[in-house]
């Protein structure tokens, strides 16, 4: 990796672009502005590469790989992954209902790759620079002096305490979790219709599938919510619950290490896995992080990846919509700075484009933990092509031309029919929902 510089020292000019974050979505759209002929500053807070969740990628992440070019470096990193398993057990019988991505919709991408993300973040890191971003890593954005359509002026301090100035014509927001301009604009709202926390960490010694099968990740249903269980090509395996916020308070005085241990002897199909398992890592825990922001762009910005919001890591849908509203925000940017008259009508153009992809996600997201859904994923049937176009959705091809219109409206109804069916189950869900929604947690 080329050593990025530390100094603050700015050139006279101005740059085109000021992009704050070096995470997938920063990296991909100062990527892609500087391969369009811009000229492109990221500043990046910590020095990669950095530890972060979220090592799952989808199908549609792969043609996001051959624009920005690194297909190949992203194949040597990752663990290829061919589907998903479901698991679950029903009257203490554990079941599993693998569903594959190349029996999607439209199977052109029929797999993805499951990566150690302090690997694949800095992998697109060094690919933007490559792309003649100018990366500037252990620097930290302290203030806007000034934040206007023509543009902006941003005080930088880097790791010594050296401060400088960096002036640009747009300003981008990729900051993720730490959703920079949202919270001084005090835009950042908590998502109301969901709330959950997470426990994670490394392992060894967790028994894989063979074959074909070998790079599935694992979805495991439990009574308090869900595990992940994500292979990774160096034989860790990453091992993390997502759970209410109710049993999340019942930890008590107990370690993030304790609890995720007792945590994971309550699931009937996990359990047995980790008999074996040795942690590599101290766990880790994040609290309350669904979230949304009041705006995703103003006179001179725009907010990419987790800055504008983040739902919830079920689908491994994070990195591929992060990338996507970067690739989508890329092409309205330049467009901008190229002079378009109408700045305000595409960024709306983006906003709708990416708030229809997070719509459609959001809906299976919000329901994942109820019995109905449980029910439909672990025994998938493709009448009227419904298991196709709904593996197409975990695919992450939510934003092309497939048609899933007709037969996920059919699954809605379905899953409308079921709840009505099991009224009692379904409304004991909605109320437990609702309860936990109302909370606060932290880990």
Known sequence: MTESQSTVDVPATDYDVLVIGGGPAGAT????????????????????????IGESLLPMNMPLFQELGVADEVAEIGMRKNGIDFFDSEKGEARRTTIYFDEAMDNSFPHAYQ?????????????????????????????????????????????EGREGTVTARFLIDASGRDTFLSRRFKQLRRNPDHNAAAIFGHFRNV???????????????????????????????????????????????????????QTIARSPTLSPLMESAEPVAMAQGTGNYSYWSDRLYGDGYLLVGDSFAFIDPVFS??????????????????????????AK????????????????????IYRYNSPTLRRLFMNPGNQFRIKSAIISVLAGDTFGRTPIGIPVFIFKLIYTMLNLSNWRGSLAFVFRRRRNNRMTIST
């Open 29 to 52: 759209i100062s990527a892609l502005l500087a391969k369009r002929g811009r000229s492109v500053v990221l500043i990046e807070k910590d020095q990669h590469p950095r530890f972060h």
């Open 207 to 261: 028994p894989r599938r063979e074959g074909r099968d070998e790079g599935n990740i694992g979805l495991h249903w439990f009574e308090h919510g869900w595990f992940w269980v994500i292979p990774l090509k160096d034989g860790v395996t990453s091992v993390g619950t997502v759970c209410w916020p109710e049993y999340l308070k019942t930890r008590g005085n107990a370690s993030l290490d304790d609890f995720l241990q």
């Open 317 to 342: 849908s994070g990195v591929f919509l992060a990338m996507k509203s970067a690739q989508s925000g890329a092409e309205a940017v330049d467009a901008i700075l190229g002079g378009a008259p109408n």
């Open 345 to 364: 009508a595409l960024l709306a153009r983006h906003e709708r484009f990416l708030r229809r992809g997070i719509r459609t996600v959001s809906w299976f």
């Open 115 to 159: 990566v150690r993300r302090s690997d694949f973040d800095r992998l697109l890191l060094d690919n933007a620079q490559r792309c003649g971003v100018e990366v500037r890593q252990q620097t930290r954005v302290t203030s806007l002096d000034r934040l206007q359509a023509d543009g902006c002026q941003a005080r930088i301090t880097d790791a």
